[in-house]
């Protein structure tokens, strides 16, 4: 897809097709996969599309849509498409590479790829009716077809407007506006698209609209106001008392006709006429939807819990809300008396109606909220140790300057080891996760048997683990729009809020705090460290990006984030772009004051993706402005584990530190040691092919004196 329709990719890609075509080949084409939907009608390579099916839809040369998600939105999961894990991608584009592949096969093992002589349709559904199951929905249920080899499936009109399939004799209609008569016909098909015609209508005609919210409530704690109210009959009704995550977001995708608005104001709201709502938010809010992250095959089948909305009591969780509760949390902008009103919208109708049911008030303070315990599990022999290890679930529903926008909920985990003693301070671990993955990722309990309390959270949105631009989530990304806001650091401020949390509540060590991650986490640990020296003493990374600009694959991401890179998008100090503070090296070279944590890192010579050269820039940066580090590199990709140093006998270990690195105490900054290896010049040609920098070096904290390096 790199370069669109006149790139070289696809130019050489043509050469093959014609080769393929003229020499009667089959070829499986991912370039075609990934430019046209199933029905063929757009070429979106020439619309810049991406791997990930992100476009260009208005010619303004910014994706901003992506023809997988609407393709899928618009036909029937499980019918006419499968949710699947794929990597950087979206579920419609694996199942149509899978089709493909499958064709392939078939072809190579023999088959002319003829679909038979079959022309016989099946039989027209029969018996088919409906009822009006709320305002918005019918329910259509209908006698089964025959066919001479075997039905496939059903397909719904809705006035002679076909509406999806359907592989069962039922099927429900949403979206649909009250007291309105609606017309519905079946057909059915077969496995080769053999398809009777329509079966006689059915009229049916919907209720009358179900009435407003009822059952607000409201609870305020530590500066946050968390509303919660009861699903309005029409959803209330569907919602089972368990879900997966997968089902939970396809509850929430058919019902988005409904939503509610929430209004807030310092008097007494008698009408919501005139008012800007704070939010308005879809169904299923009391649902975690997010408690597993992105791109993973928990993200889809893992059980999604309910959130807890009331603080715990000495360390025990709250029941959960109830299966038809929504959920709602804001800070609220300043001290005293708040008023609160919920209203529903169905397809774009709003219920202004107001009653003690769905208005009320609070006494509200300015803060950012306490993280609500969710969970606590017990988990033996954790991650490669021994013993049992105490897990607590915390959700925070964040909003700024944490959040680029309010009512974000985000799950953290605190992991206390079974030798934690509140008499003895432990020092925090705090683990960035990488992509696909989700806060229960880990790439070593580092500091384990010596004592360390492991921290995590999920990363939501995707931004390496820094910041994002403020009007992400609210405006689209555009050059215009977004040259009027800055990049702000919400992740890192989140995190030391929550980090800070945790010293308040378990007897921490701040000055050995540890920070590390893998490829995304990885990124993000350095990211973290070097701009918060007073708060991590040591960093461990593997296989990071450094200067996001300069990574082969993920700048694209990166730019997700920060706008893309031609915008030249600023941080929010109004005067550096974003791809600057963000970008290690650049960073190092203009703090040349600050401090800096201990980091060992690593990286892949032949890490293609992240990327080799902007990896020895960093080194480069932090050899130049005299900072204390390991590194190791070579040919294992983006495998490649970061070294430790020694212990004083020269044992190592890649989840052991075996020198008290604090924030409160000097370190030495090597430079030139006699057994370092040659990474070259960046050229993953070029130097050793595999070797460390100051991964032989011991010293005994005791012994160091400080010597001021003025300037570096």
Not at 183 to 204: F, K, L, R
Not at 527 to 539: E, K, L, S, Y
Not at 688 to 708: M, P, R, V
Request: with cysteine.
């Amino acid at each position: 897809m790199e370069g669109g329709a006149a790139g070289n990719v696809n130019v050489r890609n043509n050469q093959i097709r014609a080769y393929c075509q003229a020499n009667g080949k089959t070829l499986y084409d991912f370039a075609d996969i990934e430019s046209y939907d199933p029905d063929g009608l757009v070429n979106y390579m020439e619309l810049i599309a991406n791997d990930n099916c992100d476009y260009d839809s208005d010619g303004n040369g910014s994706r901003d849509r992506n023809w997988a998600t609407v393709w899928q939105g618009a036909h029937t999961q499980n019918v006419d498409w499968f949710s699947c894990s794929s990597a950087h991608s979206q579920p419609l584009n694996a199942n149509l590479k899978a089709y493909a592949v499958w064709h392939l096969w078939a072809r190579l093992a023999g088959w002319s790829g003829q679909t038979g002589l079959d022309t016989i349709p099946p039989s027209v559904p029969a018996g088919l009716s409906g009822n009006a199951i709320s305002s918005s929905e019918v329910q259509l249920s209908w006698d089964a077809s025959t066919d001479n080899v075997g039905v496939a499936g059903y397909r719904v009109y809705r006035n002679g407007v076909s509406l999806g399939t359907t592989a069962t004799t039922a099927y429900i209609d949403s979206g649909l506006q009250p007291t309105t008569s609606y017309n519905y016909s079946v057909s059915a098909y077969d496995a080769i698209g053999n398809e009777c015609v329509m079966s006689p209508p059915v009229t049916v005609t919907t209720s009358a609209a179900s009435g407003g919210v009822s059952g607000l409530q409201v609870s305020h704690h530590g500066g946050q106001t968390v509303l919660t109210w009861t699903e309005v009959p029409e959803v209330a009704a569907q919602i089972p008392e368990t879900m997966t995550v997968g089902e939970v977001k396809a509850m929430r995708t058919a019902m988005n006709g409904i939503r509610y608005r929430i209004y807030r104001s310092n008097s007494q709201i008698n009408s919501v006429a005139g008012m800007t709502p704070v939010k308005e938010v879809s169904v299923l809010r009391g649902w975690n939807s997010e408690l597993y992250g992105l791109e993973n095959s928990q993200a889809t089948n893992g059980v999604a819990y309910r959130f807890v909305v009331a603080p715990d009591v000495n360390g025990v969780p709250r029941t959960p809300v109830a299966r038809n509760v929504a959920v709602f949390a804001m800070n609220p902008p300043s001290a005293g008396t708040g008023y609160y009103a919920v209203t529903v919208v169905r397809d774009g109708v709003e219920d202004t109606s107001l009653s003690s049911a769905n208005r009320l008030s609070v006494q509200e303070t300015v803060g950012q909220g306490e993280p609500i315990l969710q969970r606590v599990v017990d988990v033996e022999d954790h991650h490669f140790t021994e013993g049992i290890s105490r897990h607590y679930y915390y959700t925070r529903w964040e909003c700024p300057p944490h959040s680029s926008i309010i009512d974000r909920p985000i799950d953290y985990r605190v992991v206390v080891p079974p030798h934690y003693s509140p008499q003895n301070p432990m020092p925090v671990l705090l683990s960035n996760h990488g992509w696909g993955s989700n806060l229960n990722g880990l790439s070593w309990w580092m500091n384990f048997e010596s004592g360390s309390i492991l921290v995590s959270s999920n990363q939501e949105p995707y931004d390496w683990w820094t910041g994002y631009h403020e009007l992400r989530g609210i405006v689209s990304p555009s050059q215009s729009a977004w040259s009027q806001g800055v990049v702000r650091p919400y992740t890192q401020r989140r995190i030391n809020a929550f980090y800070d949390w945790v010293c308040d509540h378990w007897n921490v060590d701040r000055s050995r705090a540890i920070w590390c991650g893998v490829s995304m986490g990885g990124s993000g640990s350095i990211m973290h460290g070097i701009r918060n020296p007073d708060r991590v003493a040591w960093v461990n990374s593997w296989v990071g990006v450094h200067v996001p600009a300069e990574s082969p694959t993920f700048r694209s991401s990166y730019e997700g984030s920060y706008g893309q890179l031609g915008w030249n998008i600023l941080y929010e100090d109004g005067i550096t772009p974003a791809f600057s503070w963000f970008d290690d090296d650049w960073y190092l070279r203009n703090h040349l004051t600050d401090e800096t944590p201990f980091i060992s890192f690593s990286n892949g010579k032949n890490d293609s993706a992240i990327g080799w050269s902007q990896a020895v820039k960093f080194l480069r940066a932090l050899q130049d402005t005299k900072r204390p580090f390991t590194f190791d590199f070579g040919m294992s990709g983006h495998n490649q584990r970061a070294l430790n140093p020694p212990n004083i006998d020269g044992v190592r270990s890649e989840s052991v530190n075996p020198i008290d690195i604090r924030t409160d105490q000097s370190l030495p900054a090597f430079n030139n040691c006699s057994l370092d290896d040659d990474p070259g010049n960046g050229d993953p040609a070029d130097g050793d092919e595999s070797g460390q920098i100051n991964a032989y070096l011991f010293w005994k904290t005791g012994t160091l004196y400080h010597t001021d390096l003025s300037g570096r």
